[in-house]
Every structure is written in C-alpha cells, then in structure tokens.
Nanobody
Framework: QVQLVESGGGLVQPGGSLRLSCAASGFTFSSYAMSWYRQAPGKERELVADITRGGGSTNYADSVKGRFTISRDNAKNTVLLQMNSLKPEDAAVYYC???????WGQGTQVTVSS
C-alpha cells in the first residue's frame, strides 16, 4: 500500500533553513505528481508546493515563493522541500502527498522560534 514517511523537521531560528524529505513506497513514484502541505495549530491544511512527475514544473504558495524549493529524485522515490529564510509563520506540521492518492504520512514538525 501507499506509504509516505516525512523527516527533517525540527527547531530552527527565524532566518534559518531546513530540508524536509519524504520517502515514498507502494506505488510507481515517477508516475505521480507530488506535493507538500502544512498544517498549523487551529488552521486548515494548506498546499505549500507541488512538482510534476518528471520534476520539470513546480508551483508554490505565494507565502513561500522565493524561499522554498521542491525537488524530487525518482531513482530514490524521494521528494524534498528546501526551506530557507524561515519565518515564525512557517511553523507547522509538514506532510507530503502523492496526487490521486488519499494517503497522508505522519508528518514532520517544523518549529521556527528564537
């Protein structure tokens, strides 16, 4: 079955960087677009970024444009999210998701605080 395992979260100071990783299994990874979502306490889950099957096209939420970069390695069934210039409002649990599947991973917590 589809499995998504996120990692790489942690505590970082404002202005710092983190790189999140999502390991996917149970489906043909290279055949599906992938996305990163986040959910902060008391807020709805929101789309952060997505990437096409081959990695040739990406889209970002306005709030993260120019700071976050999504990428994928189809040989390793992995999707990454490089997060730079982090702000306190970026704090959330981050999830990856494969298009057309309803499965969510456990998420990885990102805390941005001094």
């Amino acid at each position: 079955q589809v499995q998504l395992v996120e990692s790489g979260g942690g505590l970082v100071q404002p202005g710092g960087s983190l790189r999140l990783s999502c390991a996917a299994s149970g489906f043909t990874f290279s055949s599906y677009a992938m996305s990163w979502y986040r959910q902060a306490p008391g807020k709805e889950r929101e789309l952060v970024a997505d990437i096409t099957r081959g990695g040739g096209s990406t889209n970002y939420a306005d709030s993260v444009k120019g700071r976050f970069t999504i990428s994928r390695d189809n040989a390793k069934n992995t999707v990454l999210l490089q997060m730079n210039s982090l702000k306190p409002e970026d704090a959330a649990v981050y999830y990856c998701k494969a298009s057309r599947f309803r499965t969510w991973g456990q998420g990885t917590q990102v805390t941005v605080s001094s």
